[in-house]
């Protein structure tokens, strides 16, 4: 059992590490435009069923023991969807959504991603590209000329149980992207939602969730040292 111990505490630390690791990415997002906050969570791993051969007269018959949960694992991650403050910028090149509409881009290996981070600039043909240098795309799924940008950016929206995947800072790929007629507002860009007061509770709570994992396996390790190294002498 105190293997068993060990191992569960194994997946305890996993989880605990990708959780810190979540947490310190939407900190170090918080300045970021567009940026949506990520929040992981948690499933109760399959049970397992454990035998050992204890049983019968010599021990060697086959004992089934029952169910055994080894803990808990990381299911998955969710975007939360909610829309960060509006901040003036004065740049004609910074752009935000009145809503919860996506701009569209198209990256270098011609895949369409989504973004809420406005802040463009404009190329050697006058066409709106993001900081990456990615083609921003208007309502004609083409380039926007720079001059005509607010009023032809292609603005998208997405179903509420839509599964968005981050293929890289502040842009994502989903399905059901439906193009919608949303303001966009020039001269303005949308604030990361990432709550640095919640988040920071967070990486604290995750810090003592460490510390009281560390002292459980430090009592497990005492008793298997003393099961092996003291108990076998006697």
Do not use: C
Request: glycine share 12%; no cysteine.
């Amino acid at each position: 059992m105190m293997i068993r111990g060990i191992d569960t505490l194994r997946h305890s630390f996993n989880v605990l590490q990708a959780q810190q690791e979540n947490i310190s990415g939407n900190i170090a997002n918080i300045k970021t435009p567009g940026y949506l906050q990520k929040n992981l969570f948690e499933a109760t791993m399959n049970e397992a069923q454990l035998h050992n051969n204890q049983a019968g007269p010599k021990n060697e018959t086959r004992h089934e023991i029952g169910g055994f949960t080894w803990g808990n694992q990381i299911q998955g991650s969710a975007l939360d969807m909610q829309k960060g403050s509006l901040e003036p910028t004065g740049l004609a090149t910074d752009f935000a959504v009145q809503g919860n509409g996506f701009f569209a881009v198209r990256m270098g290996n011609g895949q369409i991603a989504y973004t809420r981070d406005g802040h463009f600039s404009v190329n050697d043909a006058g066409q709106l590209i993001t900081e990456e240098g990615f083609q921003v795309i208007g309502r004609n799924g083409g380039p926007v000329d720079a001059q005509q940008a607010q009023q032809n950016l292609m603005v998208v929206s997405f179903p509420a149980n839509a599964q968005l995947q981050n293929v890289g800072g502040t842009l994502y790929t989903g399905q059901g992207a439906q193009q919608i007629d949303l303001p966009v507002q020039a001269g303005m860009l949308e604030n990361s939602n990432v709550s640095t007061a919640d988040e920071m509770v967070s990486l604290m709570e995750t810090g003592r969730q460490f510390q009281a994992q560390q002292k459980v396996l430090s009592a497990t390790n005492s008793t298997l040292d003393k099961a092996v190294n003291q108990l076998g002498r006697i």
